[in-house]
């Protein structure tokens, strides 16, 4: 397989659901994948270094969560120090993917997220692929095994995205049209689901009367 890095745009150092996929590629491709985090990298003393080494890639995957219908701060920041890399380079082959992951149960809520990522690459003249766009990602990310139940269907999605970056994009030249997928259960179920879930946090914080705070109401 090409040389291939993976950057997990979480500003979560750890027990994000995007490293719980970014593990899911990995027994997909079976490898051990060479991953940069966003958050990591600003704050290391040798983050110009690390950008150097993700921009001599043949391919980069980008995961990362929706956040206000856009990309994490640290991602955003992260992409402007690769810009300033690419400057004084001539065009690469890099060819990139992405995956964009959500609380809400629709995935094409992360249409706008995932078209960032493509604008990002023709600025710097990689070669964008495609990108998933995943709702309902608390759901995906909560069960052991995705390969059946619920995300069977996403995992099969996952699984034809590291087919492609394993093809060497031979029979990719044209950009791909984005994919969208929810798991497979009634919205309304996830909704329950997730409104039991916010009021058991409240509990166990103690804020649950704030759940119900009407501040601006006369």
Known sequence: MSNLVVINGSPKKSNSATSVIIGEMEKLLNTKLETYQAVEILQSVDRLERVNKIIEADVMLIVFPLYVDAIPAPLLKLMLLLENARKSLPPLSTRVYAICHCGFYEAEQNKVA??????????LKLKWQYGVGIGAGVFVTSTKDMSHGPNHSIFETLGTLANAIQQHGEHEEAVQPNIFMSPKIPRFVYKTG????????????????KLYARPYVE
């Open 114 to 123: 995932l078209k960032i990522v493509q604008n990002f690459c023709n600025r």
């Open 194 to 209: 997730g409104n039991l879930g916010w009021k058991r946090e409240a509990r166990e914080n103690k804020v649950k009367r």
